[in-house]
């Protein structure tokens, strides 16, 4: 088993930034063996991907909207995902879920479907 803890949402003014961090606890758990993404959902719309870090391959794709502005990196000491958002839009408010699987292919990564274990999710709201 596998738990996350998401912290760092809030509200911010168009322009601004946050840091969401996303701690991950279980015995078994480690970034080379867990994939780890970072997904969001807006009111009345489906969860869609923001960007991953594949345990196979370390690369770390990251959505063509949030490309340049948001970086997804991990302290493996602390066993935690960050997500440093800045140039924050309206259009980013959601919910932002962390999410882990363990052998999550290189394909499947920007599908939610593949992720075992999913943080209680933080909000974030932006502001016009």
């Known amino acids: 088993q596998v738990q996350l803890v998401e912290s760092g949402g809030g509200t911010v003014q168009a322009g601004g930034s946050l840091r969401l961090s996303c701690t991950a606890s279980?015995?078994?758990?480690?970034?080379?063996?867990?994939?780890v993404a970072w997904f969001r959902q807006a009111p009345g719309k489906e969860r869609e991907f923001v960007a991953a870090?594949?345990?196979?391959?370390?690369?770390?794709p990251v959505a063509n909207s949030v490309k340049g502005r948001f970086t997804i990196a991990k302290d493996s000491a602390k066993n935690t995902l960050i997500l440093q958002m800045s140039s924050l839009k309206p259009a980013d408010t959601a919910v932002y879920y962390c999410?882990?699987?363990?052998?999550?292919?290189?394909?499947?990564?920007?599908?939610?479907?593949?992720?075992?274990?999913w943080g209680q999710g933080t909000q974030v709201t932006v502001s016009s």
């Open positions: 279980g015995s078994e758990f480690s970034f080379i063996r867990y994939a």
């Open positions: 870090i594949s345990q196979r391959t370390g690369s770390s």
């Open positions: 999410a882990t699987a363990r052998g999550i292919i290189m394909s499947q990564l920007r599908s939610h479907a593949g992720y075992d274990y």
